[in-house]
């Protein structure tokens, strides 16, 4: 059974960091792209990016420079460090896999 758990979430001010984690098992991992996505209260679900197999990412034109996605193949896990945040990026963050595997999310909120 393919299981994707995010985690890393949290109340940070704005301006800080933080490093979200998409542990994943179930799965050949290393043969998987994965996509980060956040849903936001009352609005729909937003794409973040995506790391290819090969490590090579691309993201949203609204996401870039601040967001950057990474993963670790030897410990199945994808991960989305954000840096500068605004109190704008307080969602719910997920990662997903193809063809049709999510996590449960975990809360960012940005908040003074």
């Known amino acids: 059974q393919i299981q994707l758990v995010e985690s890393g979430g949290g109340l940070v001010q704005p301006g800080g960091s933080l490093r979200l984690s998409c542990a994943t098992s179930g799965m050949v991992f290393k043969l998987f792209p994965v996509v980060w996505y956040r849903q936001a209260p009352g609005k729909q679900r937003e794409r973040i990016g995506m790391i290819l197999m090969d490590g090579s990412a691309e993201y949203e034109p609204s996401m870039k420079g601040r967001f950057t996605i990474s993963r670790d193949d030897a410990k199945n896990t994808a991960y989305l460090q954000m840096s500068a945040l605004k109190t704008d990026d307080t969602a719910v963050y997920y990662c997903?896999?193809?063809?049709?595997?999510w996590g449960r999310g975990t809360q960012v909120t940005v908040s003074s």
């Open positions: 997903h896999t193809p063809p049709n595997n």
